[in-house]
């Protein structure tokens, strides 16, 4: 059996990912597909990256990740399939791709220029269907990458804002904000450092304690948990913190050593 | 191939439901998934424990059952697994459960808390992946629930508010409003007596036949049917008796033979 | 593995696909289960028709394809499980199927009435779980169709508004709005003839060119395409036509030579 996972922007209501799903079937049927989110916002290439990257490694070895967030679906932006040590990813040439390969080891890079593996004919707004799903899955039925097209070196990276030290601590920001109204920052929680109480301070001087769940705080109050997709997040127990204190991308978010003290909370 | 079923607040934005498959798949890449729900409002666990009442008995003998909305998730709320006659169930000691238990019948309860069966590290605020999924693909791969951790007697119960019955027939309320604007209530319909013409009251002196199917009823006028899930449904033929009668859970519903006729609909 | 897919209108908030599936793997737990879509407006058996139309033809031969979008459930309209030379297709005879069904070569029309093949006690609202699941998955693991019920001839079509020609071109209408905002036209794009150069004419006297990809005309500006779903489509290049330009069902749309010669873009 071979796991295949989907993150695309098609939504739930048309038939796109049922019809895409049709295609990896129509090339192996024993495929095991699962959706990671359909969900990402139109031609939202950095939330697809996200999705993705907070995602792909709970899967098992050799699992095929397909995804299409792809605004410049027909024009000359190239479609890519990449090998890892463990995974193989599909998906447009955009950047999709680049924040889970960051933290992967990339062994081959090949552009799918080989129509043979495609589905036909193939139309041009809708190479989930007609490229993408049916390269995933002869990828998946074992067909070697290196009959898909030529290798090229890099990819289309997007850049990620990266958190930093500072004298006081680390500054970094808000990346994504999850359907309970919590905001993921881009500090890594091997930041933290054990034994030392740390607190966060984000917008306008509000200012939460960090700690290890929810309901550490009274119910209301805001607290930073040490998320799971690795980086530090600020939620509020049993509330919204996106709602209550309007967190977003790009919200400006600081660890520090609580109280003042001069010691700053990185690991490493 | 043993089947899953998944029931969360997670919702689908997110990558969360994706990641906690992943997990599943690690442990055993051959389980069949199978979304319930994923739209429960986030922490509502009354409605998460409804959901999977409503539909686990749809599932074959040996289906586990994962249901996860845990908003106590690292806390001190323990996890259990249980094993009842025909199915495992697995997911926080909140309630979540306890509906779809009332019905089964009950033969091992279990604390998770052998690690070898958690995926690591372990997340302080995402259970779902690092513990219940994994938990659930060991039992479904038939290790044994004794292995997962310490039995307990009992666990977290949700009231379940029943009917009762009184001089004019049968006193009940909402339950649940499904997608459709239908009224789910707590009025089993085995309340109705076969041959005997009954009708509901609802709200501010609403009355409406009870009848097998919506078109019994013109275009737009409310009809109560013997729902799917056992209980007695208030519906607008062609619309929302939600929207239309601002019908939500707590509303009092009342069943009674038709006419004021004296003898009561109940059948046991 | 038989592959079996659902469209339906039963959205993501309840538990009403889980239990259809539930039903569907208790007869048969080896169904490889795919979604469509679940988001059909209540109801609205035109749209059901036309996703289950655009989608059903990925998947491979042998492929069941349900269809549950069945506001007249319980009362007189007869359930069906049809066979065409490719595949099998269940679902009320209210329409739902006939978009689909237009394509493809009929084999055999039957009429579900052997109980046999129903799940039990089959409810007054919820034949998608008691009557449409079991009875794919009966077709699906290979009992014949003939002892689902009796033959019938013919079956309820939906007028499906066609595209006509005209002294300019070809004149058609929106037929359906996507998640995306591209107005899917009637518009085959077998009326685009190679090598020449068209326009499509909308709405209040809208004109845009017909080129082969979004991004052919500028950021923001209105592009018409050969759909994925063998119809032309008026899209905006990175936004929403039907926001843009408020198109919906049933908007008149012209396809024609450009810049007002007389030959017409009509291929056969």
Chains 1, 2, 3 share one sequence.
């Not at 049709?22 to 916002?41: F, S």
């Not at 070196?153 to 004298?167: C, D, E, I, Q, T």
Request: glycine letters at 12%; one cysteine or more; a positive charge.
């Amino acid at each position: 059996v071979t796991i295949t996972t989907l993150t695309t922007d098609f939504g739930a209501l048309d038939w796109f990912v049922g019809a895409m799903k049709g295609a990896i079937l129509g090339v192996d049927p024993r495929t095991c597909l699962v959706d990671i989110t359909h969900e990402i916002p139109p031609g939202d290439v950095r939330a697809g990256a996200f999705a993705l990257a907070a995602s792909y490694a709970s899967f098992p070895k050799g699992t095929v990740h397909v995804a299409v967030v792809d605004p410049g679906v027909g024009s000359s932006r190239s479609a890519l399939a990449v090998k890892t040590a463990k995974y193989f990813f599909v998906g447009p040439d955009n950047g999709v791709l680049s924040m889970a390969l960051a933290r992967e080891r990339v062994e081959a890079v090949h552009r799918l220029v080989n129509e043979d593996y495609f589905r036909h004919p193939v139309s041009y707004t809708f190479h989930g269907r007609d490229i993408f799903a049916p390269v995933a899955a002869h990828l998946g039925r074992g067909v070697s990458i290196r009959k898909l097209g030529p290798a090229q070196k890099g990819f289309v990276r997007l850049p990620w804002p990266r958190s930093r030290g500072s004298a006081s601590g680390v500054e970094g920001e808000v990346l994504y904000v999850d359907r309970f109204g919590n905001a993921i920052t881009n500090i890594e929680h091997t930041k933290l450092i054990s034994g030392v109480d740390a607190e966060v301070e984000f917008g306008r001087n509000r200012v939460c304690p960090v700690c290890e769940y929810f309901q550490k705080v009274g119910h209301g109050k805001p607290v930073a948990v040490p998320g799971s997709s690795g980086f530090i997040e600020i939620a509020v127990n049993g509330g919204s913190a996106a709602k209550e204190f309007g967190l977003r991308p790009g919200i400006p978010v600081s660890l520090r050593k609580k109280k003042g003290r001069a010691a700053i909370p990185v690991a490493d």
